[in-house]
Each structure stands twice: as structure tokens, then as C-alpha cells.
């Protein structure tokens, strides 16, 4: 008995059609998130090659309205690797008919570098920030952002902090164990003495505090009208400024100086301590209410970057 016998296949049109491999493959986004965060560093080493060139004009600026004590001959070059040949220079003015002479400039690591000859033994020289008692002969100074400066002469050299933050106190820490390993370290220590400048009095030093304070906090404002409340998790700078500055100047005493000076406050210690400690507890208090509006909600994209900034400013700010 010969036949036909046909094979039929029963389709359910209801299920749903099996998805390809490049279907269920998601798109890659590792390319867009690797050129956001070189973006960002690229954008945060901007900033701080800026704030080295900002506190390197106002220090420029307050010794050129006239220093504190009688004035040597000042003279301004700028960014370093834009004048080694002048700095190369400095080494000649050994011989000059000036009682002292003092060369300014600026690298990317230092806000502003000082070298001094001097023929006047411990001689107080106005170098911005403090007034430095300077020893005979040559010396060179360099500034930190973090309130320190090092002064190096013969060989010597001595670390000196003038801030008062727990984050400027290990750096001070750090700084200082690495120069203790140096040879200058060896020899006998310098005897420094120097008078730290009130920068709510100054005209010029007050600006980057001014600006590290009001400028992110309009922002801040500017990108939770934008974005929403959960912008508010962005307030998490001022943290990490309280613990990484001095937070009596950086958030009390500069910022809003003007005030007091209007209804002709004074303030102790230990009322300006009390205020900075209030200040921090509402800027923690917006962070934490941003926390908790991203938990209630989504976060664009956008809103996610521009916290990770001001997470990482301070840091960029601050070395």
C-alpha cells in the first residue's frame, strides 16, 4: 500500500517570536562612559590649573597694591613653563645693589613660587598669605593650596602649615614624612617665624574662598530648578569642603563677612565653630533629603553627572 504522508508543524500564534542573539544583545555603552569620565577629568584638571592661576592673581594682586612692611623689589613672571629662561635667570641678581629682591611665578602644582635674595638677615618679607621672616642669601618658597608653604635655603628646608582643616593637617603630614626622607631633612632645621594674614581684612586673598562658596551654591540652586530636588544630593560638596578647608573661613567668616560687618556682629571662636557646625548640618541635611527624592524617583542622566562633579571638585580644588 503506497501513500502520501505529509508532516504538519502546529504554530501557536500567540506566542510571542524567539528573539535573535543581537536582539537580546543590549547596547554597549562603555565607549559613551569612558569618554564622559576623561571628559571630566580633562574638565576637572581645567579647573584646577584655573584655581592655581586665581590664587596666583590675588596673591600678585594684594603685593602689588603695597606689602605690609617696607617693600622689596617685586618681580612677576607668571606661569613657569612659560618663563624658565627668566627663571633660569634669578641666579644673577646674587650681586644686585637692592637690600632684596623677590621673583613670583606659578607652576601646576604650587599657586605661587617665591625666590628671594636677600641681603638683610631675617628680614620679614610680605609674600601674600604670610609675612615670612627670610634668612640672608637665597631662599625659595613655594606655596600649597592647602595653607603650607615650603621654604628651601642651602640645602635646608622646613614645611610649615598654616591652616586649620582635618584634610590639610594629614596632607600637611604626608608632605612633611616625604621631606623628612629628603637629604635637606639631614641638616640642622631652619627657625621660621611668620605672621598668617586675616583674609576677611584682605581685599584681594578673600576672592577664591568667595568664589568656592557662592559659585557652586548658585549652581547647585541653578540644577535643581533644572533637574529637580534630587540636585539637592550635590550639596555633598560643602561636606567634603567642611572637612577639607577651614570651614570657620570657607563657610562662616568670608562668605559672609559683609553681614556682620552690616549689623555689627562679632564673633567669637567659638560662636563662628558653633555656626560652621550648623551650616554643615544643613548641608548634610539637603543631601540626604536629595538621597531620598533619587529613591523615590528616576534620575536623568545629566543630574547623575553633574553630582559625580561636585563630588570630585573639592579634590581638584583643594591640591
Not at 146 to 166: C, R, T
Not at 181 to 186: G, I, P, V
Not at 209 to 217: D, G, N, Q
Request: proline fraction near 5%; aromatic fraction near 20%.
Amino acid at each position: 500500500m503506497s501513500g502520501t504522508f505529509t508532516a504538519r508543524s502546529v504554530v501557536n500564534e500567540n506566542a510571542a517570536p524567539a528573539a535573535s542573539l543581537y536582539e537580546r544583545r543590549k547596547p554597549r555603552r562603555s565607549r559613551a562612559t569612558i569618554f564622559f569620565f576623561l571628559l571630566l577629568v580633562a574638565f576637572l584638571v581645567a579647573l584646577h590649573f584655573l584655581n592655581l592661576f586665581l590664587q596666583w592673581t590675588v596673591i600678585r594682586l594684594e603685593l602689588a597694591q603695597g606689602p605690609t612692611f617696607m617693600s622689596p623689589e617685586y618681580t612677576f613672571l607668571g606661569f613657569s613653563l612659560f618663563n624658565q629662561k627668566e627663571i633660569a635667570a634669578v641666579g644673577y641678581f646674587k650681586n644686585s645693589i637692592k637690600p632684596a629682591r623677590v621673583f613670583g611665578f606659578f607652576d601646576f602644582f604650587h599657586p605661587a613660587v617665591f625666590a628671594v635674595w636677600n641681603k638683610n638677615d631675617m628680614a620679614f618679607i610680605d609674600l601674600g598669605p604670610v609675612v615670612l621672616a627670610v634668612p640672608d642669601g637665597f631662599s625659595l618658597i613655594a606655596f600649597f593650596s592647602v595653607s603650607a608653604f615650603l621654604l628651601e635655603h642651602e640645602n635646608k628646608a622646613v614645611l610649615k602649615y598654616f591652616g586649620a582643616s582635618p584634610g590639610g593637617s594629614l596632607w600637611h603630614g604626608f608632605l612633611e614624612n616625604n621631606l623628612s626622607k629628603s637629604k635637606s631633612a639631614s641638616q640642622k632645621p631652619l627657625a621660621v617665624s611668620f605672621v598668617v594674614k586675616e583674609l576677611e581684612k584682605s581685599r584681594y586673598l578673600k576672592i577664591p574662598y568667595l568664589i568656592y562658596f557662592y559659585l557652586p551654591l548658585l549652581l547647585i540652586i541653578l540644577s535643581a530648578i533644572r533637574f529637580g530636588p534630587v540636585l539637592f544630593m550635590a550639596f555633598l560638596y560643602y561636606v567634603e569642603v567642611f572637612f577639607l578647608f577651614d570651614f570657620r573661613k570657607i563657610l562662616v567668616t568670608v562668605p559672609f563677612d559683609w553681614l556682620f560687618r552690616l549689623f555689627n556682629w562679632e564673633l567669637s571662636a567659638g560662636l563662628v565653630e558653633l555656626v560652621g557646625a550648623v551650616m554643615l548640618i544643613i548641608f548634610v541635611l539637603c543631601a540626604a533629603f536629595g538621597l531620598w527624592q533619587w529613591k523615590k524617583s528616576s534620575m536623568p542622566g545629566w543630574g547623575k553627572r553633574i553630582i559625580l562633579f561636585f563630588i570630585l571638585l573639592p579634590f581638584f580644588l583643594f591640591f
